[in-house]
């Protein structure tokens, strides 16, 4: 029996809601607080505390430090996303079609829906093929395998 067939137990979540319809993995994702890259991002920004007050002078021994406004920036970002996951938040790609569109059609990923492939998404052009080819493995492969495989790898 495979993962997506398992009952996980009352109460206890299922990883596999952690791939959105479209075979993202919104457990990695950047703008998910719960993702590694959210975590890293929080305890990195703490661990360099007031740093910020301190690039100046350091830019002055190597120009790198310059761009340290910029950097926190970007670590307050990663650190402050709140996008739970397809199912639960809502998408950074606000022009998403897929969650409502599969939730509709009874689906838990497109390659499910007898429409697929279809062009439905509104993804732009690269993501659609993304979303294509992701499905297309899960078909293949089954959805549990195509995670665990999908896991192994950088998440961008
Ligand atoms: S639904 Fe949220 S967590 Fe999933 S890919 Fe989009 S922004 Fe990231
Ligand atoms: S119609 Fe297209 S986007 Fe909608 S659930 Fe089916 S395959 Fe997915």
Redesign the pocket.
């Known amino acids: 029996m495979s993962m997506s067939e398992r009952n996980p137990g009352p109460g206890a979540p299922d990883p596999l809601d952690d791939m959105?319809p479209c075979g993202?993995d919104?457990g990695r994702?950047?703008?998910?607080p719960g993702s590694a890259i959210a975590r890293l991002a929080r305890e990195l920004r703490a661990e360099l505390g007031g740093f910020a007050a301190l690039a100046e002078r350091f830019a002055g021994m190597d120009p790198a430090f310059g761009a340290y406004g910029g950097f926190e920036r970007l670590l307050d970002r990663l650190g402050g996303g709140q996008?739970?996951?397809?199912r639960s938040?809502?998408?950074?790609?606000s022009s998403c079609g897929v969650?409502d569109c599969a939730a509709a059609r009874g689906v838990r990923w497109c390659f499910q829906c007898p429409e697929f492939p279809c062009r439905r998404t509104n993804l732009p052009p690269a993501l659609h093929e993304r979303w294509r080819a992701n499905n297309q493995r899960m078909a293949a492969r089954g959805p549990e395998a195509f995670f665990a495989a999908m896991r192994k790898q950088p998440r961008y």
């Open positions: 959105a993202l919104c994702c950047l703008s998910n996008c739970t996951g397809c938040g809502r998408c950074l790609l969650k």
